[in-house]
């Protein structure tokens, strides 16, 4: 598990994963901390903080796609590094994630053929609340 967050290709601040929890061929849970000096709450919303709903897709992807991704091609080509294109997203959101929240993300593989990822994500608050949930897809190009 060290390995894939250490081939992921974002890095702070735009890193969203603290720790990977489970990993397999069919899935994968993260988790990770919004911590309160997080660049992105200056502004979103000043007096009263959020998490963009952009930064939670992020979040989900990283996790559903690039990290299972950096998984399942690494079972199939040891040592190749991929980039991954997001192609599709579909997400609903039913909770607002606030600074110094920790969240949850299950990513089930949905289908992997090709270095194409499409996977099922959810994202749940420390308290088990769903706040969203929705289908990624990316194609990943190797690098």
Known sequence: MAVVLERLPQKPPFLFIDKIMEL????????????????????????????PGVILV???AQAGLV????YLLGKEQ????MRTL???CAVEFFQIVRPG??????????????????SQVEL??????????????GVGVLV
């Not at 397999?24 to 901390?33: L, Q, W």
């Not at 929240?101 to 499409?118: D, S």
Request: hydrophobic share 35%; no cysteine; charged share 30%.
């Open 24 to 51: 397999s061929e069919g899935h994968i849970v993260t988790e990770r901390k919004f911590r309160e000096d997080e660049y992105f709450y200056k502004g979103h919303f000043p007096g009263d903080p959020v998490t």
């Open 58 to 60: 992020e979040t989900m």
């Open 67 to 70: 990290a299972l991704g950096i």
């Open 78 to 81: 040891p040592g190749v590094m």
């Open 86 to 88: 997001f192609s599709e």
């Open 101 to 118: 929240e920790v969240v949850t993300v299950r990513g089930e593989k949905i289908f992997w053929r090709r270095n194409k990822l499409k």
């Open 124 to 137: 749940r608050k420390e308290n088990g609340e769903m706040a969203a949930s929705g289908v990624v897809s």
